[in-house]
Nanobody, 118 residues
Framework: QVQVVESGGGLVRAGGSLRLSCAAS????????MSWYRQTPGKERELVAV???????NYADSVKGRFTISRDNTKNTVYLQMNSLKPEDTAVYYC????????????WGKGTLVTVSS
């Protein structure tokens, strides 16, 4: 059974930093693309950052230069380092794991809340 569990959310002041973690189990992690999404009430879930199995990263324009996604295949964990946080970064952050072999099923964590105060 595949499990995806996020941690590391919390309350931080604008300009501060947080690091989110996402641990996966029950799947071959090293070949799975991993992503972070976020969602606020009334809005669609949006892609924040992605890291491929080969380590290539991509970011939403709104977080470029502030957020860094990384993965540790020895720990089956992906991270999101968030610096220079802004109130508009406030959201529930979700970890996504896409199965690296067919069928390309998406697995989601339950989310972790990040609140940035002004």
């Amino acid at each position: 059974q595949v499990q995806v569990v996020e941690s590391g959310g919390g309350l931080v002041r604008a300009g501060g930093s947080l690091r989110l973690s996402c641990a996966a189990s029950g799947i071959i992690f090293s070949i799975s693309p991993m992503s972070w999404y976020r969602q606020t009430p009334g809005k669609e879930r949006e892609l924040v950052a992605v890291v491929t199995s080969g380590g290539t990263t991509n970011y939403a324009d709104s977080v470029k230069g502030r957020f860094t996604i990384s993965r540790d295949n020895t720990k089956n964990t992906v991270y999101l380092q968030m610096n220079s946080l802004k109130p508009e970064d406030t959201a529930v952050y979700y970890c996504n794991l896409r199965r690296g072999l067919p069928p390309y099923i998406d697995y989601w964590g339950k989310g972790t809340l990040v609140t940035v105060s002004s």
